[in-house]
């Protein structure tokens, strides 16, 4: 039987930059600023809760506006993808350029040093876009910017496949895993780069974003 194929904005390269992407941000923004992370929005709504419970009004506040955001850049994104039809660009083309250029002014903005609530507000748009654009991993459920479900399906195909003897199961664990280690060696890395270079190390992030969107216009060139 001939090997399905999948479009490149479902590859594992893709995934693995997203991932890669997502894990380089996250990392940086804990490390240098205060803590705090851009896309786990999880994280964002507990402290908020917590400090509104503690009559923290103001600390609570900083807390709400990264969930504001993130809302926000999942709202725009289906803006980007109801008019992309106009162009020849496909959507998520235009929605990965578009966060390319976004944490691009962010790396931009750090070397002003601006105020952590604006980074991290500008960081979950572009976060909740490329989390609304990219869903699948060679036809399967996956998520770009957040380890927990991917390592659910980890757990779960591994599982199923020792149960079940199933070798396409075993593909799917080995897929999902290298996601998860994309995730973690990109955060291990920012971390150490921020470490040498500061506010230089969010340059990276732009860089892993252009590569991604390179391939994803491969489907549009028609090259698979």
Sequence with gaps: ??????????????GMLLAGTAGYIDSYTFAFHDNRFASFQSGNLL??????????????SLFFWPVIAFLFGAMLNQLIKK???????????RSVLIEMFG????????????PTELVLSI????????????????GMPYATVLSTGNLKTFGATL???????????????????????????AAIVAHY???IIGAWTMFGAPIMLLFVWLFVRQDELGTK
């Design 159 to 185: 599982g199923s496949g020792l149960l079940n003897h199933d070798k396409t199961q075993f593909v799917k664990t080995r897929n999902v895993g290298l996601v998860i280690a994309a995730f973690l060696i």
């Design 123 to 138: 960081l979950a748009i572009f976060m909740a876009m490329q989390a609304d654009t990219f869903g699948k991993l060679r």
């Design 1 to 14: 039987m001939a090997e399905q194929k999948f479009a490149y904005k479902e590859s594992l390269r893709v």
């Design 103 to 114: 944490v691009l002014l962010v790396a931009i903005l750090e070397m002003t040093h601006v």
């Design 47 to 60: 402290q908020f809760g917590i400090n509104v419970a503690s009559g923290h009004w103001h600390q609570a």
């Design 193 to 195: 780069l921020g470490l």
């Design 83 to 93: 008019y992309s039809f106009r162009t020849q660009m496909q959507w998520e083309a």
